[in-house]
């Protein structure tokens, strides 16, 4: 079982609020992933990591950026959030031992 | 990486074993199938990938068919917290493919008491 922690759980917030979604895991994982899921739908990967210092944009355009500046953590933050920006953000690492991704509980965000 | 096809739903009576298919027949030499499931508002958990050969572990057992081009997960004995949607996702080592995950629509599988 992986050890992935995702904090807050529930955020809700108003429109041009600046905010930070945490994400650490405690595994060692150099890759780490930013998944965008609305309920019902698919996931979209958003932003991705192969180790520190390392960021790409994922297939789905965000308006959200991200760091890497140690490994066992990959902080998502939305500079001016919007209602749009509504949705669960899902976070991953990955293990090589077994090429497979873990993920994160999730956090809820709601922009009003 | 090869696209999946899997069936929109699924019912099963607790106890009893849930199999659910999924079609990739595009798939390539070096592509694995991969599951995970997601229950209702948490994240995707990984549950078996496999090459070629059959696959157990404690969650499932993984049968991919001798042309590779579907695979069934089987869990033996259903119960109610398998209620869930399950992925199927065929994708090539990270070494080629990058480790991008792309979930399809999935299956929702209920168990039934």
Redesign the interface.
């Known amino acids: 079982e992986a050890d992935i922690y ?1 904090t807050p759980r529930y955020l809700v917030i108003g429109t041009g609020k600046k905010i930070t979604l945490e994400c650490s895991q405690t595994m060692g994982h150099d ?1 780490m ?1 930013w998944y965008q899921q609305d309920p019902g739908m ?2 979209h ?1 958003i932003h ?1 990591s192969y180790g520190v210092n390392s960021t790409e944009k994922g ?1 789905l355009s965000s308006e959200s950026t991200v760091s890497r500046i140690r490994t066992e953590h990959f902080p998502l933050t939305l500079e001016s959030a919007r209602p749009s920006h509504t949705s ?1 953000y ?3 690492s ?1 293990s ?1 031992a ?9 956090t ?1 965000l709601t922009v009003l | 990486d090869a696209k999946t096809t899997q069936p929109t739903s699924m019912d099963c009576a607790e106890g009893r074993a849930a199999n659910l298919p999924c079609n990739h027949s595009t798939i390539s030499g070096n592509e694995y199938v991969y599951w995970y499931r997601q229950i209702h508002s948490q994240g995707p958990q990984y549950i078996i990938h496999g090459l070629k050969n059959n696959e157990t572990n404690e969650m499932a057992s993984l049968i991919i068919t001798e042309d590779r081009k579907s695979s069934t997960l089987i869990l033996p004995h259903a119960t109610l917290r398998d209620t869930a949607v399950y992925y199927c996702i065929v994708r090539a080592p990270f070494e080629t493919s990058g480790s991008r995950l792309t979930f399809g629509e999935g299956t929702q599988l209920t168990v039934n008491p």
């Open positions: 995702q890759k992933y698919e996931l990967l991705y297939d669960q899902l976070c991953a990955q090589d077994i090429d497979t991704q873990y993920f994160g509980p999730g809820r």
